[in-house]
T-cell receptor, first 113, second 116 residues
Framework: AQSVSQHNHHVILSEAASLELGCNYS??????LFWYVQYPGQHLQLLLK??????LVKGIKGFEAEFIKSKFSFNLRKPSVQWSDTAEYFC???????????FGQGTTLQVKP | GAVVSQHPSWVICKSGTSVKIECRSL??????MFWYRQFPKQSLMLMAT?????????EQGVEKDKFLINHASLTLSTLTVTSAHPEDSSFYIC????????????FGPGTRLTVL
């Protein structure tokens, strides 16, 4: 079965530090890849997505992610985090034509002011 | 655009009662809606896929007779938790996929269900 693994469960950073959150998936075929963010008390919002083309995708709020097919990875990055980035981050994958989003376990990011 | 609402946002009920949760796409049509369950500090788990005008497809381990899903129109899907028990207490989230747009889903704000 397809699965998504996020290696960092809880990350604590100071403001202006760089961020990289790991995401790996298990599926050998075509994938659509997503990163969602859930701010405290709010609903899931799409940060960025990859369907095809340039493997380096840029999203909202200065986030970007790189799809490395050979590594089955889709890591999320941000060069300089802000206190307002404190949230839960979820990597998600749609494998093939299933249309179903499979979520990773989530990473809690805490940014200290 | 692409707003999804859920009602109610929270509900408390007694064990044995049934609870209905509505999911609406406010500004687009959604032939497909999804229902997820999220436990505290955990990820979202897909419960079922709801297609307008047809029966929902349930994920393995999800009781279809307990979690009744109806997708009667292109903008509304409902999840009814029948004979709720305390272990059904959870955060239920729906998402909607715009018609003819593969892949992308838009999420509702979720419904917190507490069964006493």
């Amino acid at each position: 079965a397809q699965s998504v693994s996020q290696h960092n469960h809880h990350v604590i950073l100071s403001e202006a530090a760089s961020l990289e959150l790991g995401c790996n998936y298990s599926y050998g075929g075509t994938v659509n890849l997503f990163w969602y963010v859930q701010y405290p008390g709010q609903h899931l919002q799409l940060l960025l997505k990859y369907f095809s083309g340039d493997p380096l995708v840029k999203g909202i709020k200065g986030f970007e992610a790189e799809f490395i097919k050979s590594k089955f990875s889709f890591n999320l990055r941000k060069p300089s985090v802000q206190w307002s980035d404190t949230a839960e981050y979820f990597c998600a994958v749609i494998a093939g034509n299933t249309g179903k989003l499979i979520f990773g376990q989530g990473t809690t990011l805490q940014v200290k002011p | 655009g692409a707003v999804v609402s859920q009602h109610p946002s929270w509900v408390i009920c007694k064990s044995g009662t049934s609870v209905k949760i509505e999911c609406r796409s406010l500004d687009f049509q959604a032939t497909t809606m999804f229902w997820y369950r999220q436990f505290p500090k955990q990820s979202l788990m897909l419960m079922a896929t709801s297609n307008e005008g047809s029966k929902a497809t349930y994920e393995q381990g999800v009781e279809k007779d307990k979690f009744l899903i109806n997708h009667a129109s292109l903008t509304l899907s409902t999840l009814t938790v029948t004979s709720a028990h305390p272990e059904d207490s959870s955060f239920y989230i729906c998402s909607a996929r715009p018609h003819l747009r593969q892949g992308e889903q838009f999420f509702g704000p979720g419904t917190r269900l507490t069964v006493l």
